[in-house]
């Protein structure tokens, strides 16, 4: 089952209390709601996209593919399947 996307006002949030007030990732869940993991998982894909804090002005669908590239073009990653078994 996959979770859906948190807003960008939120990813927003949990950047800036990461970054602006040096928060741990347990405090930024407990102030957004969200759980740890999902904190951490925010945190790290804001890394590998080399996003920087204060985030740039720019469309919300540009931030998501920034931090979710491997659904920006989910026909091109997806791997044959048909007549072959997979043992």
């Given at each position: 089952?996959?979770q859906?996307?948190?807003t960008?006002r939120?990813?927003?949030?949990?950047?800036?209390?990461?970054?602006?007030?040096g928060l741990?990732?347990?405090?930024?869940?407990?102030a957004?709601?969200?759980?740890?993991?999902?904190?951490g998982?925010?945190?790290?894909?804001?890394?590998?996209?080399?996003?920087?804090?204060?985030?740039?002005?720019?469309?919300e669908e540009?931030?998501?593919?920034?931090l979710?590239?491997?659904?920006?073009n989910?026909?091109e990653?997806?791997?044959a399947?048909?007549?072959?078994?997979?043992h």
């Open positions: 089952m996959s859906k996307r948190l960008l939120k990813i927003k949030e949990i950047l800036r209390l990461k970054h602006e007030a741990s990732n347990r405090a930024i869940a407990g957004c709601k969200i759980s740890n993991s999902t904190v998982l925010y945190l790290q894909r804001a890394e590998a996209a080399e996003l920087r804090w204060p985030l740039a002005e720019g469309d540009k931030l998501y593919q920034q979710f590239p491997e659904k920006a989910p026909n990653s997806q791997p399947v048909g007549r072959f078994r997979m």
